[in-house]
């Protein structure tokens, strides 16, 4: 006789929230995550943001087939009663399927190592630069040259922390480490928490960590009501001072891009003097750091006068500013919401919530893959040179659907991104409910 299944509710489920009593739902079936959420490899933010829910498509989208078999040991003995999968789950569901048995997951290309090479072209020349030639208009060139270096290594970072880039694990570790921590100064342990909850949450104006960036920016009126970052855990005031930089932020935003690498290496060292979180193999990551911290400033101390020294790093900086820009046009003019991401409506969030920039084959390394961002956001372990292959069976599920398919120019996004800061800029400067006004905001808005 076949044993009897025991059921809940959604409701039930729902109540199975809050750290310590975790519970998810994967096809139907309950798993009791509540002590894995400290040793899951993608933190514990995802977890936390999907428990007390289904959360299938989100596993589909983040996990190998090979992940599968290790769930029977979460299984708590319940089934979701109320289980069902729309149409569009359905679709997405197979899409994932087709690609896999396509073998579009293992085929990744030469394009690692086509860009590990220019990596190290970049750098040698830039170094060759500082040391060898003593023209200035040669070292302005060199931080340029370095600038590049750090959007290439970017991407590598990048893809490295979505899927196995490398031939073994151990080398795709040193990869992360290289090019991540050595190279950029960018700790992967930092980008790998963060960018982990903005594909969970993308477009959370509460839990997307990259829509969070008060007082300097808001993207939406709907963060002037002081929300809470359950990212950062803090609250996200909207003061005098957040008022003004807002108000001038579509004035701001290409400057401050410029300078944007200085708040990722702030970051990177918050989490890894943290004691709060727990931070694997946190050793290496600081000894990444270090070594980037020790190569930058000697070849920056190598060029002969302070004025040229600033204007290398003042240089390297702008350029790799170009990155910010891109992750920014991305996501800063599309759909954003308030509260905790949903498991049931994956698929239409993640294409609400981005934008592809059109661009020609050969400008594909420009933009590290990311051009295709709703390809990226639906299929993140997908290698990028996948990616411009699979967007047309993308398309035709958006329009299946009736479900939006952002895709712009570099140049349009720009000007979206732009319109979107001003707009919320302008609604900044009218708000109706108006905050203590400093002394700086009344000089430069006496006469509007």
Same mark, same amino acid.
């Given at each position: ?72 040991? /979460? ?42 090479? /220019? ?246 390394? /420009? ?82």
């Amino acid at each position: 006789m076949a044993e009897s299944k025991s059921y809940i509710t959604s409701d039930e489920l729902k109540k199975h929230n809050k750290p310590g009593d975790l519970w998810i739902s994967i096809q139907g079936k309950i798993y009791d995550v509540s002590d894995w959420v400290k040793e899951h490899p993608g933190g514990a933010f995802p977890l936390l943001n999907l428990s007390g829910q289904d959360a299938t498509d989100a596993f589909v989208a983040f996990h190998p087939g090979t992940a599968w078999k290790f769930l029977d040991k /979460f299984f708590n003995g319940f089934y979701l009663k109320d289980y069902s999968v729309s149409e569009v789950s359905k679709d997405y569901r197979k899409l994932v399927y087709e690609f896999n048995k396509m073998g579009l997951f293992e085929q990744k290309g030469h394009g690692v190592l086509l860009s590990m090479c /220019f990596m190290a072209v970049l750098f040698c020349l830039s170094v060759y630069g500082v040391l060898c030639c003593e023209r200035v208009l040669v070292h302005l060139i060199c931080g340029g040259l370095m600038g590049f270096l750090w959007i290439q290594s970017g991407w590598i970072g990048h893809d490295s922390g979505h899927y196995q880039v490398m031939t073994t694990r151990g080398i795709n570790r040193f990869a992360q480490i290289l090019s991540g921590n050595c190279l950029a100064g960018i700790s992967i342990a930092w980008w790998k928490w963060n960018h982990n909850a903005h594909h969970i949450a993308c477009n959370s104006l509460e839990f997307d960590p990259d829509l969070q960036h008060m007082p300097f920016f808001a993207v939406s009126p709907k963060l002037f009501n002081s929300l809470t970052s359950y990212f950062y855990e803090r609250k996200m005031a909207f003061d005098s001072v957040a008022r003004f930089l807002v108000s001038n932020q579509h004035w701001t935003f290409y400057p401050v891009m410029c300078f944007a690498r200085i708040n990722l290496f702030a970051q990177s060292f918050i989490l890894l003097s943290s004691s709060k979180r727990s931070v694997p193999r946190r050793g290496q990551e600081l000894l990444g750091l270090l070594v980037f911290w020790i190569w930058y400033p000697l070849l920056v101390s190598c060029l002969p006068n302070w004025g040229e020294r600033l204007m290398f790093v003042v240089a390297s900086f702008s350029v790799t500013g170009i990155q910010h820009v891109q992750f920014c046009l991305n996501h800063f003019s599309t759909s954003v919401y308030v509260g905790p991401p949903t498991g049931h409506d994956w698929f239409e969030k993640q294409t609400s919530g981005t934008l592809d920039i059109l661009c020609p084959s050969w400008m594909d390394w /420009f933009h590290g893959g990311l051009q295709f961002q709703t390809e990226h956001h639906l299929f993140p372990r997908l290698p990028r040179c996948q990616l411009r292959k699979i967007s047309p069976f993308v398309k035709e599920l958006c329009k299946k659907h009736g479900l939006p398919y952002n895709a712009a120019s570099f140049w349009e996004a720009n000007v979206m991104t732009c319109k979107t800061l001003r707009n919320a800029a302008l609604q900044a400067r009218d708000f109706t409910k108006p905050v203590p006004k400093n002394l700086v905001w009344e000089a430069v808005n006496t006469h509007g």
